[in-house]
């Protein structure tokens, strides 16, 4: 399932540099590999890495168990709407 977004809607986005480091790290030869291993198919890990989608909680979860070492702000950001002030 495809999640909507509008301009005014906070979303998670997947830092891919960062989950390509970590697999690395640990020994996951390849993005195949890694979708197995979090239980997804390599086509939603690609519409994930690729900002197609946002992560659903199911994949965050798993994510966060698979490297359970990784704090939630290392594997993902929050972006915030662009018209949409940022309080200080």
């Known amino acids: 399932m495809q999640d909507a977004f509008t301009e005014e809607t906070p979303r998670i986005v997947l830092i891919r540099e960062n989950l390509d480091k970590l697999r690395r790290a640990n020994g996951i030869p390849s993005e195949a590999k890694l979708?197995?291993?979090?239980?997804v198919s390599r086509a939603t890990l690609?519409?994930?890495?690729?900002d197609k989608v946002s992560p659903s909680a199911e994949f965050i979860a798993r994510a966060l168990t698979t490297f359970p070492h990784i704090e939630f702000k290392v594997l993902f950001r929050v972006e915030q709407p662009k018209n949409q002030a940022v309080a200080v």
Request: glycine content about 10%; cysteine-free; hydrophobic content about 50%.
């Open 35 to 39: 979708a197995d291993i979090l239980g």
């Open 46 to 50: 690609w519409r994930i890495s690729n």
